[in-house]
Nanobody
Framework: QVPLVESGGGSVQAGGSLRLSCAVS????????MGWFRQAPGKEREGVAG???????TYADSVKGRFTISQDNAKNTMYLEMNSLKPEDTAMYYC??????????????????????RGQGTQVTVSS
């Protein structure tokens, strides 16, 4: 298990912005897939954004153009910049990581909820 620690969640009004951070402990994956998924009360987990060790990114249609995923390898940190937030973005947000067994991250953002390593989550609440 690779410890991951999210931070940066909070409460904002619709139209506001937040930046989530995910501190990633040292790991031995030479190539990897990382990403964010979320879960709202009573709803299924939903992949939001994915990034691989080559820097390629994918996004769910619901957040495309509003959210940006990035990584700072020097700081071992992944980010999710969230702009133009909507009430439907309210959820617990989790970061996740796994080794990349293929030349690509299968399914991109879609399967981030199934990655082998994940954090404890950070709550994002958007009010109308």
């Amino acid at each position: 298990q690779v410890p991951l620690v999210e931070s940066g969640g909070g409460s904002v009004q619709a139209g506001g912005s937040l930046r989530l951070s995910c501190a990633v402990s040292e790991h031995t994956y030479s190539t990897y897939c990382m990403g964010w998924f979320r879960q709202a009360p009573g709803k299924e987990r939903e992949g939001v954004a994915g990034i691989d060790s080559d820097g390629s990114t994918t996004y769910a249609d619901s957040v495309k153009g509003r959210f940006t995923i990035s990584q700072d390898n020097a700081k071992n940190t992944m980010y999710l910049e969230m702009n133009s937030l909507k009430p439907e973005d309210t959820a617990m947000y989790y970061c996740a990581l796994e080794g990349r067994g293929r030349p690509y991250c299968y399914g991109g953002y879609r399967f981030t909820y199934a990655y082998a390593n994940r954090g404890q989550g950070t709550q994002v609440t958007v009010s109308s």
